[in-house]
T-cell receptor
């Protein structure tokens, strides 16, 4: 059973370009979460999605960031007009339906560098 | 949300047991206690979770105080690969909180 997959693993973008990060959840998982980890800091929640629905986006910056989890295909985190402060590791996690019993399984992350 | 308190760092010798403490004095009756760890340059990894009773799995043991205001993650024989940041996280049983709330965790160093 393949784990959570993220690609690309490393992404370099110039300021003003767009970044697209992809996440394929574990087989059978319909819940996806995105987290961001700035250098030398802890992980911060960004957004929680189910298939075709955004459940909680309270951690998403109000501008330039968007996320989707279509019926078919991976979840996408999109950052428009990137700035240097967007440089970070972005982790995706998946789980069965949310609940205190259920653990989240994390991908290896995408390391975004904005030059 | 109920918060957890952990020491910033701990050291251990290889092949010795490690006890990582976590205080959660404001835990509610419906909160599960989860532990995750993050190895250097990797994504977080689930370790173990429990509600009231002590739990064991292939990675670790979780000892939960009778009043549930604290818990201890036990690594029975630390290896160099166990060097990581360990996070103690509370999760509501009902699932009202979808995301994990990561604190600063405990950075475990393992000496050969």
């Amino acid at each position: 059973n393949a784990g959570v997959m993220q690609n690309p693993r490393h992404l370099v973008r110039r300021r003003g370009q767009e970044a697209r990060l992809r996440c394929s959840p574990m087989k059978g998982h319909s819940h996806v979460y995105w987290y961001r980890q700035l250098p030398e800091e802890g992980l911060k929640f960004m957004v929680y999605l189910q298939k075709e629905n955004i459940i909680d986006e309270s951690g998403m910056p109000k501008e330039r960031f968007s996320a989707e989890f279509p019926k078919e295909g991976p979840s996408i985190l999109r950052i428009q007009q990137v700035v240097r402060g967007d440089s970070a590791a972005y982790f995706c996690a998946s789980s069965p339906p949310a609940g205190g019993r259920n653990e989240q399984y994390f991908g290896p992350g995408t390391r975004l560098t904005v030059t | 949300d109920a918060k957890t308190t952990q020491p910033n760092s701990m050291e251990s010798n290889e092949e010795e047991p490690v006890h990582l403490p976590c205080n959660h004095s404001t835990i509610s009756g419906t909160d599960y206690i989860h532990w995750y760890r993050q190895l250097p340059s990797q994504g977080p990894e689930y370790v173990i979770h429990g509600l009231t009773s002590n739990v064991n799995n292939r990675m670790a043991s979780l000892a939960i105080a009778e009043d549930r205001k604290s818990s201890t993650l036990i690594l029975h024989r630390a290896t160099l690969r166990d060097a990581a940041v360990y996070y103690c996280i509370l999760r509501d049983r009902g699932g009202s909180q979808g995301n994990l709330i990561f604190g600063k965790g405990t950075k475990l160093s393992v000496k050969p």
